[in-house]
Structure formats: structure tokens, C-alpha cells
């Protein structure tokens, strides 16, 4: 069954220390996607990457760090840089065609709280 | 990518049609209009997408203006399930590069009994 996960689903930190958070995909992607979402608002991008070795940063990756080293993987480390940290954290890929270039298939997200 | 933009809220009877409205006025020619939909907690589900033509898929359908300014998504018989966050998207559609999409606040659909 393809997809795309993200592990774990809740996790717990005490301000200060960095965390990883895993994004797993078997759709064959080129392309994916970090985004976060506070409440009552919309998605906004931190990083993405289009290839394996290579990403940029989006809209808000201060704090926040990437890497791409193999395709089906693209974990995002939050740091203590990250000033407000707590939030829901959604992982992306998409297939590169242009009638499909915005269709993007999401992970069901990490609830980060920082304590 | 142009602009979007939505009601906030809407709510829709079970079992009737939910249309949901986007105005989209500064749309490009080579812009497509995409729907999305977010279940609280989940992450976003995409559910149609067009250019130019009306479109029908298995969730909905999606009526796009002859000049592309505006377009309604319709799910012909709401049920509670479909009670989520709205998500009506502009974007280039060009293979190659990121397709970053911009998700603004979307319109909250209730659907009650």
C-alpha cells in the first residue's frame, strides 16, 4: 500500500533540545515537502527538496534543518533555534507531471509540544 | 501564483449538495485550480483539480468559470464525514520544479444532520 508516514504522531520535548521527525515515502517521488500548521491557520512551507542531496529553504526554515540523502526519506530536525516550536508538522511528496505538479500526497502529521 | 479566496465558513444539511465557492480574479492561463480538504488532525486530502474544463471525480466536482476568475467545488450528498477545512489552491503546473502550493485559511465546512 503506498503512502506516505510520518512517525511518531505525538511527540513530547523539553525546550532546548532538538528533535528529529521521520517522513517515510513508496510512491517514488522526486519531490517533498515540510510544512507547519498552528492552530486555526493554514499550512506554511519550512523546506522542500526537488532531488536526493538537494533542498531549499521555504517560507519559515529558520530554526529548522534538512536532509535529503536517500528518495524515499527527507527528515526535519527542529532546533532550539526554533523559537516557537510547538505545532503540527505535515510531510509531503509529489509525482512530477505538469498536469498533476500540484497534487501532492500528505503524511498524517506529527503533533510537536515543547515543554 | 495568484491569490485565493474563500468564505470562512459554511455550513451544509446532510445528504444535500455542499458548494463551496473560490474566487480566483488574477488566475494566469497556465494556472491550474486545485482543491484540498483537511479532516481536524489529518493531513490534507487532495480531492480534484482542473484548467479550464469542468471536472468530476469520485468526490466531487469541480465548475470552473469560462474566464477561469472563479470556480465551485460540489459534493453532490454531504455527510457528516465531510465536515473539514476547504483548501482551494492556484498553481503554475509545471513538472521540474518544486510545486510549492500555498494553503491559506480555507473555508470550514459543517455539515449537520
Known amino acids: 500500500d503506498g503512502g506516505i508516514t510520518q512517525s511518531p504522531k505525538y511527540l513530547f520535548r523539553k525546550e532546548g533540545q532538538n528533535v528529529t521527525l521521520s517522513c517515510e515515502q513508496n510512491?517514488?517521488?522526486?519531490?517533498m515537502y515540510w510544512y507547519r500548521q498552528d492552530p486555526g491557520q493554514g499550512l506554511r512551507l519550512i523546506y522542500y527538496?526537488?532531488?536526493?542531496?538537494?533542498?531549499q529553504k521555504g517560507d519559515i526554515a529558520e530554526g529548522y534543518s534538512v536532509s535529503r540523502e536517500k528518495k524515499e526519506s527527507f527528515p526535519l530536525t527542529v532546533t532550539s533555534a526554533q523559537k516557537n516550536p510547538t505545532a503540527f508538522y505535515l510531510c509531503?511528496?509529489?509525482?512530477?507531471?505538469?498536469?498533476?505538479?500540484?497534487?501532492?500526497?500528505f503524511g498524517p502529521g506529527t503533533r510537536l509540544t515543547v515543554l | 501564483d495568484a491569490k485565493t479566496t474563500q468564505p470562512p465558513s459554511m455550513d451544509c444539511a446532510e445528504g444535500r449538495a455542499a458548494n463551496l465557492p473560490c474566487n480566483h480574479s488574477?488566475?494566469?492561463?497556465?494556472?491550474?485550480v486545485y482543491w484540498y480538504r483537511q479532516i481536524h488532525s489529518q493531513g490534507p486530502q487532495y480531492i480534484i483539480h482542473?484548467?479550464?474544463n469542468n471536472e468530476t471525480n469520485e468526490m466531487a466536482s469541480l465548475i470552473i468559470t469560462e474566464d477561469r476568475k472563479s470556480s465551485t467545488l460540489i459534493l453532490p450528498h454531504a455527510t457528516l464525514r465531510d465536515t473539514a477545512v476547504y483548501y482551494c489552491?492556484?498553481?503554475?503546473?509545471?513538472?521540474?520544479?518544486?510545486?510549492?502550493?500555498?494553503f491559506g485559511t480555507g473555508t470550514r465546512l459543517q455539515v449537520t444532520l
Open positions: 527538496s526537488q532531488i536526493v542531496n538537494d533542498f
Open positions: 489552491i492556484v498553481r503554475v503546473g509545471r513538472a521540474g520544479t518544486a510545486s510549492k502550493l500555498t
Open positions: 488574477t488566475i494566469s492561463g497556465n494556472e491550474y
Open positions: 509531503a511528496s509529489v509525482e512530477y507531471r505538469d498536469d498533476l505538479a500540484g497534487r501532492q500526497f
Open positions: 482542473g484548467l479550464k
Open positions: 510512491l517514488n517521488h522526486d519531490a
